[in-house]
């Protein structure tokens, strides 16, 4: 159970074109989720946190217009990004929560991989 | 501010145990958290541990909690090949749902 899936899993994008990336819990209700950034043998990085239904939530330093995220129902929630340029290129992760799942556990989407050229 | 440091790479044999450490620095974290990243993909959640716990024993994996000292390790016994990839301890901030990530160590296992 609690299974997280991400589409794509890789795209590669012009500069200056905008890339829509999906994360769906396809056995749970994601009631908040969350999306990181991770470079290569990093970390990852909490990018934002969003709740179904409102307004997400931005970690500083990351640009609201340029990732722009939304989390219309509660198996769904999209990363856009707008304007992508080359130091965009990265592997975006999203992670699912729900209180009836177990507390705080976040479940991880496989990532999605993204080159701009 | 919440901070997580892990060891960044270790080596084992096969058959060997595989300890990976990590220290945090939230006291009021109420879980924390081992996870497994392979290339390429994303993350597998391993095991957790509550906060008020010492240890927890999942099979080949067992954790244990020095609340005092704010250090956690994950023991892998008998390791093996497919124990090789990217491990990652987490602290959840409470009342956030925020997981704080170490910076993963990458445990390599020599056949």
């Known amino acids: 159970g609690a299974v997280v899936s991400q589409h794509p899993s890789w795209v590669i994008c012009k500069s200056g074109t905008s890339v829509k990336i999906e994360c769906r819990s396809l056995?749970?209700?994601?009631?908040?989720m969350f999306w990181y950034r991770q470079f290569p043998k990093q970390s990852l990085m909490l990018m934002a946190t969003s709740n179904e239904g409102s307004k997400a939530t931005y970690e500083q330093g990351v640009e609201k217009d340029k990732f722009l995220i939304n989390h219309a129902s509660l198996t769904l929630s999209t990363l856009t990004v707008t304007s992508a340029h080359p130091e965009d290129s990265s592997f975006y992760i999203c992670?699912?929560?729900?209180?009836?799942?177990?507390?705080?556990?976040?479940?991880f989407g496989p990532g999605t991989r993204l080159t701009v050229l | 501010g919440e901070d997580v440091e892990q060891s960044l790479f270790l080596s084992v044999r096969e058959g060997d145990s595989s300890v990976i450490n990590c220290t945090y620095t939230?006291?009021?974290?109420?879980?924390l958290y081992w996870y497994k990243q392979e290339p390429g993909a994303g993350l597998q959640l391993l095991t957790y541990i509550f906060s008020n716990m010492d240890m927890k024993q999942d099979q080949r994996l067992t954790v244990l909690l020095n609340k005092k000292d704010k250090h956690l390790s994950l023991r892998i016994a008998d390791t093996q090949t497919g124990d090789s990839a990217i491990y990652f301890c987490a602290e959840s901030i409470r009342n956030t749902g925020k997981l704080i990530f170490g910076q993963g160590t990458t445990l390599q296992v020599k056949p």
């Open positions: 939230d006291s009021s974290s109420t879980y």
């Open positions: 992670s699912g929560t729900s209180g009836r799942v177990r507390t705080d556990t976040q479940y």
């Open positions: 056995d749970f209700q994601a009631t908040t």
